[in-house]
Structures are given as C-alpha cells and as structure tokens.
C-alpha cells in the first residue's frame, strides 16, 4: 500500500508533468532536463568556438531517495538534448515499477541494449543510478566503488585557443592550479606557448585536440614543446591516423595520450600499440561503468590512464571525480569554466580534487 508521502509525491510529480510508472508499486520517476551553461570565457578549441553549452540533466526518484545525472550531447556523434528528450519511452521501459535499480549494472546494461548512440544521455542515466543507489545505502560514490578518496590526482585547469593576450590574462587567473592543460592546434600554437611561458613556469600539458595534420607537423611541435617543458601531448593528430602515430612516437620523448579515439572500452586494445596513455570521458562512453571497463583495460595493457570532461556542471564532474583515484592524470575543470553551476560537488584544493563525504555524488544545491 501506497504511503501518504508517496502519495503526495506522486501527486508533485504529476503536477509537475513527470510520467509516473504506476501507482501500484513504489513508482519510477524520471525526466529529462536540458540546461543552458554560461562560459566565463569564450570557449575556443580546434572544434568550435562558443559562449555557453547546452548540456542534458537526468533525473531520478523512486521512495525516497533522488538522484541526478548530466550529460554533454556531442553534435560529432549525433547528439542533441532534443533527441535525448524523445527517449522518454525506452528509458521508461527499462526503468518500470518492476526493475530492482538496486542491480545496478543489469539496469545499466539493458539501457544500452535498448539504446542506440546517445551516449551523453546513456551517462546521464548511469550517473543519477549510481548517485541513487549511493543514497539508498547511505555511501559515498567512492566508497560503493571500493576506492580511496584521498588518493585523487591534481586536476589540469584548462586554457582555450585564445590571443596572447587574452591567454595570458586566463593563465593569471589560473593561478590557483598547479598543472595548466593548454588547448593548441592552429597555426598560433608558438605564439599561445610563448604567452603562457611570459607569465608561469608551472608544468604544462597539451591538448591538439587532432589539429596537426601530418606526422612531420606533429613530430616538429611535440618535440618544440618538449622544450617548453610540455609534460604531454593529447591527441596530436586526427582520431583515424593510427598507422602514423608510430612515425611520431620514434621521433618524440613525452609520451602522448589518445583522446578523440578513446571513445569506448573496445577501443582501447585497438589504440594500445600507438599510444602511452588513453583519456576517457564519461559523456563519451556512457557512463561510469563503461569508463570503470576502460580504465581497467587500459591498465592491463599497460596503459597511462586520464580521465577528461566536457564543458559541464558539477554533477558530471563530481561523478567523474569520484573515479579519479584510479586513475594516473585528470582533467576535471568542465564546472571552473562556467559561471551558472546550480550544484557544489567536488572542489579543487591547490590542484587536488576534494571528493564530497555525503551519499551518492555528494552534491548540494549552490547558493544563490
Ligand atoms: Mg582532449
């Protein structure tokens, strides 16, 4: 029998046009949000160039516990937050009064199944699961996954393509981060390196983001930036050169890492032989268990391990950040470059990333 508080939740959610499962069993409610995020700067890669992103938000609900997930429809990869929200019927189908969310990783599982592509969407699902199956059993998310909280990596705070003087302004006001990952991959990437040298002397990484697009190109840069004390370099050529990065890997000494090609766990076998590392994103695979697949298979190959992020909030960092103690490098600044964040989740103390103690993601609303 239905309690008076289910009841009455029951009832919010209708009035608030949420598709409630049944009202026999305790019910499933979900819904699909998208959010508009603000960027402090604008926002330039080799990709694109953009003010703010539109990311998706899930949410979650059953008895009485909630929970949420974000995230980042990629365009390249057929995404939008509309497609996302007309999955309202397949995810119901999976998510019914029925499933026992506790089994986690079936649910999940049968998500993908159901679901073609729409991999921000299928992250969004897996990351409000985990966040409420963490506050059902009253843990944290790194604790569900048996990993030490205390053990995360220094996060890289990332620098856009941007004029030298506009690059030295953001790397002043990075001061806060020890490690600076530096977009490049224009024909300006000696002037941008030169900019951001003028004003740090701090340890630097760097991102092509596939902008070069010959192995000489790549060879001359990465061994260039080598000398500008450039730790290592992602992605350096387009996602489909392979063959090639054997060329550059001869001819260079930092190591470079796979991004734009790491997209799934099968992935990575298949980039082992031409990369020193992997960066895996959970807007990309789909979520937390298919990053836990990649990360574990990248290690076995003895792989260096970075997890990365979209332009995001703090739900989709926070959960990203909860896994980071597995792995070697992170890029988890997606929620430092916005400026309308409605969540407080993971912080970041001299670099380290700082894993909220409460239940599942640990997120609390941001004060107005
Ligand atoms: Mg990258």
Not at 60 to 87: M, N
Not at 114 to 132: E, F, N, T, V, Y
Not at 293 to 315: D, H, N, Q
């Amino acid at each position: 029998m239905m309690d008076r508080r289910n009841l009455l939740s029951g009832l919010a959610a209708v009035a608030a046009g949420w598709p409630v499962r049944s009202w026999a069993a305790t019910p499933t409610r979900f819904r699909v949000e998208s959010q508009r995020l603000a960027l402090r700067h604008t926002w330039t890669t080799t990709m694109s160039s953009s003010t703010h992103r539109d990311v998706i938000y899930f949410l979650l609900s059953r008895g009485a516990h909630s929970g949420i997930g974000e995230g980042a429809p990629i365009a390249r990869y057929g995404e939008s937050a509309d497609q996302a929200q007309k999955l309202s019927g397949e995810i119901g189908a999976v998510l019914n009064d029925g499933a026992d969310l506790m089994q986690y990783r079936k649910i999940v599982g049968q998500l993908h199944q159901r679901i073609p592509g729409q991999w921000a969407l299928k992250s969004a699902l897996d990351i409000a699961i985990h966040d409420w199956v963490g506050q059902v059993l009253d843990v944290p998310l790194y604790k569900l996954l048996g990993l030490d909280p205390l053990a995360t990596p220094l996060t890289t705070f990332s620098i856009g393509i941007d004029t030298p003087e506009v690059t030295r302004q953001k790397v002043k006001e990075a001061e806060a981060y020890p490690v600076l990952k530096i977009k490049v991959g224009l024909k300006t990437d000696e002037a941008t390196i030169d900019a951001v040298r003028s004003v740090t002397k701090k340890p630097l990484r760097v991102d092509a983001n596939e902008g070069w697009k010959s192995k000489d190109e790549a060879v001359e840069k990465i061994n260039w930036l080598e000398k500008q004390g450039v730790a290592f370099v992602e992605q350096p050529l387009p996602a489909h050169m392979l063959e090639e990065m054997n060329y550059v890997r001869k001819r260079v000494h930092i190591p470079v890492i796979a991004d734009e090609a790491s997209l799934h766990p099968a992935d990575i076998p298949k980039l082992a032989p031409y990369f020193d590392g992997v960066n895996m994103k959970l807007d990309k695979c789909g979520g937390i268990l298919e990053a836990l697949r990649m990360i574990e298979m990248a290690k076995a190959l003895g792989l260096k391990t970075m997890l990365g992020c979209m332009v995001s909030s703090s739900v989709a960092i926070t959960a990203a950040a909860h896994l980071s103690p597995l792995v070697d490098y992170a890029d988890l600044d997606g929620n430092l470059l916005i400026s309308n964040d409605p969540y407080v989740g993971v912080t970041v103390e001299a670099g380290k990333l700082i894993l909220p103690s409460g239940p599942g993601l640990g997120l609390k609303p941001r004060a107005a």
